[in-house]
Nanobody, 115 residues
Framework: QVQLVESGGGLVQTGGSLRLSCAASAMITSFYAVGWYRQATGKQRELVATITRGGITNYSDSVKGRFTISRDGARNTVDLQMNSLKPEDTAMYYC?????????WGRGTLVTVSS
């Protein structure tokens, strides 16, 4: 059973930055893709950014140019650098790892952006 643990969330003012990390119990490069998703109160979970095993990244339009997803091989994490944060970025952020079989989710880390 793969475990994913998110960290780095917190309270930040508009325009601030946070860096989220997703630590996995298996090698990050063993996953087909790893992504960050978020869910705001009363809304559906949505894709934020993904990175494939080959290093191809994809971003939602709402975060493009502000967020950067990356892998850290030494720490075995997938990180999400979030800059120029806006109140509408407030949400629970989840890490998802895809394999050719099961898909795994972490429990999330809360990001709150104050106006």
């Amino acid at each position: 059973q793969v475990q994913l643990v998110e960290s780095g969330g917190g309270l930040v003012q508009t325009g601030g930055s946070l860096r989220l990390s997703c630590a996995a119990s298996a090698m990050i490069t063993s996953f087909y893709a790893v992504g960050w998703y978020r869910q705001a109160t009363g809304k559906q979970r949505e894709l934020v950014a993904t990175i494939t095993r080959g290093g191809i990244t994809n971003y939602s339009d709402s975060v493009k140019g502000r967020f950067t997803i990356s892998r850290d091989g030494a720490r075995n994490t997938v990180d999400l650098q979030m800059n120029s944060l806006k109140p509408e970025d407030t949400a629970m952020y989840y890490c998802k790892a895809e394999t050719r079989g099961p898909t795994y989710w972490g429990r999330g880390t809360l990001v709150t952006v104050s106006s």
